[in-house]
T-cell receptor
Framework: GAGVSQSPRYKVAKRGQDVALRCDPI?????LFWYQQALGQGPEFLTY????????KSGLPSDRFFAERPEGSVSTLKIQRTQQEDSAVYLC???????????FGPGTRLTVT | GENVEQHPSTLSVQEGDSAVIKCTYS??????FPWYKQELGKGPQLIID?????GEKKDQRIAVTLNKTAKHFSLHITETQPEDSAVYFC????????????FGSGTRLLVRP
C-alpha cells in the first residue's frame, strides 16, 4: 500500500527565504510527526499532531518553524527566514496512534545557501 | 533528559556472519524500543521493535533483546547479506511520552560479499 510521501524531495533556498515542506501520511493514520535529521545523525523530534491538533511542538528549534495539519491529514512544515543551520533532512512519520509504530517518509533534503 | 547511546558507529562483517548493535538508554520509564534501517537517500524503515514487557523478539534473521535492569537493548542480524548494508538506528520513547522517540546516533553496517 501507499506509504508516507513527502514533497519536494529536495529544496534549495537562499538564506532568508521561506520554505514549505509537505507530508502526506498513510491513510487512516491519526498521528503525524516531524523530525529533523542532520548529516550523520539520528532523527530529532520536532512536533506531533493527533488529527488536526498539534499536541507537542517542544522540538521546534525556534519560532521561525511552524507546522500545521488543518484537516487532520496532510501536514505542512514551514520555515521562515531560513538560515544555514536549517540545512538538514526533514522527515515526516505517521502512526495509527500516539504510541504505535511510526512509519517514515523519504524526507525532504533542505539546503540553505 | 533521555539519552540513547549506540555502538559501534561502524561495523564491517563478512557475508554470512552475524552482526550485533547495542544501545543503552537513560530513562528507566522508557517502554518502547524500535529499530530502523536507513538506506542512502531514503527515510528510516522500521525493521523490528520491542516493548518493555518482553525480553526478546525475533523476525526471521533479525532479533532484538531487551535488558530493562541494565537499560540496554541490542539488534542481532544473523546470516548477513550484502543488502543488509545500511545505517541502523535504535530509538527509545521518553518515559513521560508514549510517542516521542529519542534516536541513537546510528551504526553504519557494511556486509562484505
Amino acid at each position: 500500500g501507499a506509504g508516507v510521501s513527502q514533497s519536494p524531495r529536495y529544496k534549495v533556498a537562499k538564506r532568508g527565504q521561506d520554505v514549505a515542506l509537505r507530508c502526506d501520511p498513510i491513510s487512516g493514520h491519526v498521528s503525524l510527526f516531524w523530525y529533523q535529521q542532520a548529516l550523520g545523525q539520528g532523527p530529532e523530534f520536532l512536533t506531533y499532531f493527533q488529527n488536526e491538533a498539534q499536541l507537542d511542538k517542544s522540538g521546534l528549534p525556534s519560532d521561525r518553524f511552524f507546522a500545521e495539519r488543518p484537516e487532520g491529514s496532510v501536514s505542512t512544515l514551514k520555515i521562515q527566514r531560513t538560515q544555514q543551520e536549517d540545512s538538514a533532512v526533514y522527515l515526516c512519520a505517521s502512526s495509527l496512534g500516539g504510541g504505535a509504530e511510526q512509519y517514515f517518509g523519504p524526507g525532504t533534503r533542505l539546503t540553505v545557501t | 533528559g533521555e539519552n540513547v547511546e549506540q555502538h559501534p558507529s561502524t561495523l564491517s562483517v563478512q557475508e554470512g556472519d552475524s552482526a550485533v548493535i547495542k544501545c543503552t538508554y537513560s530513562d528507566s520509564a522508557s517502554n518502547y524500543f524500535p529499530w530502523y534501517k536507513q538506506e542512502l537517500g531514503k527515510g528510516p524503515q522500521l525493521i523490528i521493535d520491542i516493548r518493555s514487557n518482553v525480553g526478546e523478539k525475533k523476525d526471521q534473521r533479525i532479533a532484538v533483546t531487551l535488558n530493562k535492569t541494565a537499560k540496554h537493548f541490542s539488534l542481532h542480524i544473523t546470516e548477513t547479506q550484502p543488502e543488509d548494508s545500511a545505517v541502523y538506528f535504535c530509538a527509545a520513547t521518553r518515559g513521560d511520552s508514549s510517542y516521542k522517540l529519542i534516536f541513537g546516533s546510528g551504526t553504519r553496517l557494511l556486509v562484505r560479499p
